[in-house]
Structures are given as structure tokens and as C-alpha cells.
């Protein structure tokens, strides 16, 4: 049973740029949910997608955006790159709220963005 | 608004002592709290959940505890190993604007020195 896969494991780009990370959640979840975890702090919630929607957001800028597709695979894109963007991109897959809220999360391996 | 804290941030021990993680957040309306790992720049590996409605779970030497009347939960780790170095995460799972997600905290770096 494949966990979450998260693509590609490392990423470097330039200030200004834009950037497309990818997730494939756990078979049997169909939520996911993206977060942003600069060095030495605890994960930071960008948003969660369910149903191909957007259903909530944290404190994010609108150069960072999403899409999940009817699969359940999920998109972050960021756009206009800042050097401040640089950490690790954690994408987690759960089941839909409401149904078996209660389950936890599943999370991939992440991938490492460096903005230089 | 939810907000969880870990304490100690790091923690150095020789290897064979008992430990506790200690983890506390501001609201007690919670569904479940997760306890994670994570090993430098890699992600997050699930340890034990704990539902509401439960007290503690267990899974080897891992034993974690929830009290959601006073806002805490405990991660005890039995006979620590230089294997369990890593950052120990807690995430509380609650009803936030409608959406249900995880607020994490800042985790404890632990280091068990063989």
C-alpha cells in the first residue's frame, strides 16, 4: 500500500520564478492538505483541497495556489519566488472531513525548495 | 485560536533513560492529537494518535497521554536509544473556519547519546 509520494525531492530555483510541486496521497484518502516548514520551526498550513476544491487557507499570499485533480493528486504552485519561500514543502493525505474525521494524517517525504 | 507549544525544545540524554515530551495547546475542543517524527530534512512519520475520547495509546516503547480538560499530552519514551534522535512533533487536530486541520508545534529535538 503506497503512503504518500510527494515530487520532485529536491527542487532549486531562481528569485522570481515559478514552481510546481506535486502529490499523490495515500490509496483510500482523497484530501490533501499542503504545509511549509521553514528550518527549525513546526509545519505551517498553506491550504487543504477535497472534492477538486480549495476548502480552506492559512496565512498565505495568493502567489501560492493549488489544484487537485480528480484522482485526488494535488498541485502547490508558487509564483514570483521568494528567497523567504526556501523550505520544505510537506504534503499530508487524509480522508474527507466529516466522514471519518477523526483519522490522522498521512505525510510524504516532502520536497526541499531552495530559492536562491 | 489554536495554539500548540512543545517544551523542552531540545533535550540531550544518555542512552537507557526514560523520557518525557511534553506538548500543550490552548483549546480543548480538539478531535485527535498526533504525535510525529521527524528525522533531519526528511518528513513526518506518524508515531500515535490519540482520538479525543481516549486517554493514551501505546506502541512499543512509545506511551502517549492526553489530558484535553487541561490542554496536554505527554510523549514517555522507555529505555531512549541513539536511534531515537530526531525532532518529536505534536499536532492537534480541531475544527478551524469550518475545515478540519492540524496546528502543529515547534517540536523537541531530541539527541540520545550512546
Known amino acids: 500500500d503506497a503512503g504518500v509520494t510527494q515530487s520532485p525531492t529536491h527542487l532549486i530555483k531562481t528569485r522570481g520564478q515559478q514552481v510546481t510541486l506535486r502529490c499523490s496521497p495515500k490509496?483510500?484518502?482523497?484530501?490533501v492538505s499542503w504545509y511549509q516548514q521553514a528550518l527549525g520551526q513546526g509545519p505551517q498550513f498553506i491550504f487543504q483541497?477535497?472534492?477538486?476544491?480549495?476548502?480552506q487557507r492559512g496565512n498565505f499570499p495568493d502567489r501560492f495556489s493549488g489544484h487537485q485533480y480528480p484522482n485526488y493528486s494535488s498541485e502547490l504552485n508558487v509564483n514570483a519566488l521568494l528567497l523567504g519561500d526556501s523550505a520544505l514543502y510537506l504534503c499530508?493525505?487524509?480522508?474527507?472531513?466529516?466522514?471519518?474525521?477523526?483519522?490522522?494524517?498521512?505525510f510524504g517525504s516532502g520536497t526541499r525548495l531552495t530559492v536562491v | 485560536k489554536q495554539e500548540v507549544t512543545q517544551i523542552p525544545a531540545a533535550l540531550s540524554v544518555p542512552e537507557g533513560e526514560n523520557l518525557v515530551l511534553n506538548c500543550s495547546f490552548t483549546d480543548s475542543a480538539i478531535y485527535n492529537l498526533q504525535w510525529f517524527r521527524q528525522d533531519p530534512g526528511k518528513g513526518l512519520t506518524s508515531l500515535l494518535l490519540?482520538?479525543?475520547?481516549?486517554r493514551e495509546q501505546t506502541s512499543g516503547r512509545l506511551n502517549a497521554s492526553l489530558d484535553k480538560s487541561s490542554g496536554r499530552s505527554t510523549l514517555y519514551i522507555a529505555a531512549s536509544q541513539p536511534g531515537d534522535s530526531a525532532t518529536y512533533l505534536c499536532a492537534v487536530r480541531a475544527l478551524t473556519s469550518g475545515t478540519y486541520k492540524y496546528i502543529f508545534g515547534t517540536g523537541t529535538r531530541l539527541k540520545v547519546l550512546a
Open positions: 483541497y477535497y472534492e477538486e476544491e480549495e476548502r
Open positions: 490519540i482520538q479525543s475520547s481516549q
Open positions: 490509496s483510500g484518502h482523497d484530501t
Open positions: 499530508a493525505s487524509s480522508v474527507k472531513p466529516g466522514t471519518r474525521a477523526n483519522y490522522g494524517y498521512t
